[in-house]
T-cell receptor
Framework: AQSVSQHNHHVILSEAASLELGCNYSYGGTVNLFWYVQYPGQHLQLLLK??????LVKGIKGFEAEFIKSKFSFNLRKPSVQWSDTAEYFCAVNAYSSASKIIFGSGTRLSIRP | DSGVTQTPKHLITATGQRVTLRCSPR?????VYWYQQSLDQGLQFLIQYYNGEERAKGNILERFSAQQFPDLHSELNLSSLELGDSALYFCASQGQGNNEQFFGPGTRLTVL
């Protein structure tokens, strides 16, 4: 069965620090990959997505993610975080064979110290 | 604003009761997904409907059921409510050929 792992449950950083959140998935075929963000008290919003092409994907608010097929990974990065990045981040995977069902990771809570 | 609407925003009820949560997808989207988000379980996929038919089932309890109507809005019915059912319930819609899901604002259910 497909699964998505986010190993960091809670990450605490200071403003201007660099961020990398890990995401690994288990599926050997073609996948679409997503990162969603949930700001406190709000619904999930799409940060970025990878369908095909350049494995380095740029999203909104300065976020980027790199798809490394050999490592089954899609890590999220930001060179310099801001206090407003405090949120929960979810990695998600859709495998072409799964009738459009998207599997979400358990989420990583990011806290930024001002 | 994602274009997905959910009502009500908040719901407070007692154990043993039954509630109905409503979701209207983005215009033209045929797929509706329901998720439960709680502090201890995280984001859990419950069920998916596509154009009125059940397409996929996740960790949905037998006390819960859903349906999608001809106008594509969906309802999630939760019955014999327990304290542990207190959570945020999100619905998301998805268009054909586009695997991105758009989430609604959620319904916060509190069971007392």
């Amino acid at each position: 069965a497909q699964s998505v792992s986010q190993h960091n449950h809670h990450v605490i950083l200071s403003e201007a620090a660099s961020l990398e959140l890990g995401c690994n998935y288990s599926y050997g075929g073609t996948v679409n990959l997503f990162w969603y963000v949930q700001y406190p008290g709000q619904h999930l919003q799409l940060l970025l997505k990878y369908f095909s092409g350049d494995p380095l994907v740029k999203g909104i608010k300065g976020f980027e993610a790199e798809f490394i097929k050999s490592k089954f990974s899609f890590n999220l990065r930001k060179p310099s975080v801001q206090w407003s990045d405090t949120a929960e981040y979810f990695c998600a995977v859709n495998a072409y064979s799964s009738a459009s069902k998207i599997i979400f990771g358990s989420g990583t809570r990011l806290s930024i110290r001002p | 604003d994602s274009g997905v609407t959910q009502t009500p925003k908040h719901l407070i009820t007692a154990t043993g009761q039954r509630v109905t949560l409503r979701c209207s997808p983005r215009s033209g989207d045929l797929s509706v997904y329901w998720y439960q988000q709680s502090l201890d379980q995280g984001l859990q996929f419950l069920i998916q409907y596509y154009n009125g038919e059940e397409r996929a089932k996740g960790n949905i309890l037998e006390r819960f059921s859903a349906q999608q109507f001809p106008d594509l809005h969906s309802e999630l019915n939760l019955s014999s409510l327990e304290l542990g059912d207190s959570a945020l319930y999100f619905c998301a819609s998805q268009g054909q050929g586009n695997n991105e899901q758009f989430f609604g604002p959620g319904t916060r259910l509190t069971v007392l």
